[in-house]
């Protein structure tokens, strides 16, 4: 268990996340191609909000505290959206979510007028990967008021994997969000709203990933709430010799061991394997 938690909760909006334990954000992709569900919520090439709301519904019913949905596939090579389709996709899910259930939306997304549509909309959270550095990104997550995940990607999605590069991958990704906090911070983003993510496999290699998650505790020593996205990622395939389907297993154990090193926020696809493992966690913890 992290002894380093100096926000026990997150205020959300309307909402409020208890983050004084590990919490579980499920992911919902509005999108036709990510990588790893992408199109399983489209009906004759049409994203169909009743299978998005089913599948949010059942990721709260099998313990997710946020459902994060994302309209922008961020994969590899991935074809770049528009400002306008990702707004048909994210706005009218985060709505539904909100009118059917009581959970908290994040909106996975770098574009502005996305951040501030899907907080009208009654997002709770949101989720950058580009750490706010789109420009006008910065001044409208200001704005929502809402908290902000800033993630560390080196690169951009189209090239990230094309040669990564690190001196030391966990203390250039600490100097990153470090630099990140402070500049958001002093543009108006109170430091009580930043939560850190260090990004596994947004322009690293298997041997940077693998450190990364080994030096993680230096990273939630800095005493801001932690979210990591492991499940299901290339490393695990890459180790293991699995294809996307066979994963669980060690999206499982990686993200036990996030947990232990001190992440508070795990993002994940299979929400209720998820939470049998921090089930078993905490039971173990309070013993
Ligand atoms: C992450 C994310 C992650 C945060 C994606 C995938 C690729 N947001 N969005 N952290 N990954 N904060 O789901 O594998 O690791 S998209």
Same mark, same amino acid.
């Given at each position: ?119 009208? !909309? ?5 989720? #950058? *990967?580009? %750490? ?5 990104? /910065?001044?409208? =997550? @200001?704005? +929502? ?117 001190? !992440? ?5 696809? #299979? *929400?209720? %394997? ?5 089930? /078993?966690?905490? =039971? @173990?913890? +309070?013993?």
């Amino acid at each position: 268990m992290s002894a380093i938690i100096i926000m026990m909760y997150l205020s959300c909006a309307d909402q409020t996340l208890d983050l004084s334990q590990p919490t579980i954000m499920g992911v919902l992709n509005t999108t036709p191609d990510s990588f790893s569900d992408g199109g399983s919520l489209f009906e004759r090439d049409r994203l169909s909000l009743s299978l998005a709301l089913q599948k949010a519904q059942q990721m709260v019913l099998e313990g997710a505290a946020i459902i994060d949905v994302g309209g922008e596939s961020t994969r590899p090579g991935a074809a770049a959206v528009s400002q306008e389709e990702e707004l048909q996709r994210v706005v009218p899910v985060v709505e539904a979510i909100r009118r059917e259930m009581d959970v908290i939306v994040s909106v996975d997304t770098s574009s502005p007028a996305v951040m501030t549509a899907a907080a009208a !909309a009654g997002a709770g959270l949101i989720n #950058d *990967v580009r %750490a706010l550095r789109r420009e006008g990104a /910065l001044a409208a =997550a @200001v704005k +929502t008021g809402l908290p902000v995940c800033l993630m560390h990607m080196q690169g951009e999605p189209g090239s990230m994997q094309d040669e990564p590069r690190y001196d030391d991958v966990v203390t250039d990704v600490a100097g990153f969000l470090a630099r990140r906090l402070a500049d958001c911070e002093r543009q108006g983003l109170p430091r009580q709203r930043i939560l850190l993510d260090p990004g596994f496999g947004f322009g690293k290699t298997v041997a940077h990933n693998l450190a990364l998650l080994k030096g993680l505790d230096k990273l939630a020593a800095m005493a801001q709430p932690l979210l990591v996205g492991l499940s299901r990622k290339s490393l695990i395939g890459k180790v293991l010799g699995r294809d996307l389907a066979d994963r669980l297993p060690g999206s499982l154990a990686l993200m036990l061991m996030a947990v232990q090193k001190g !992440a508070h926020i795990v993002r994940v696809h #299979d *929400v209720a %394997a998820t939470a049998d493992v921090l089930k /078993l966690y905490r =039971a @173990v913890a +309070t013993a």
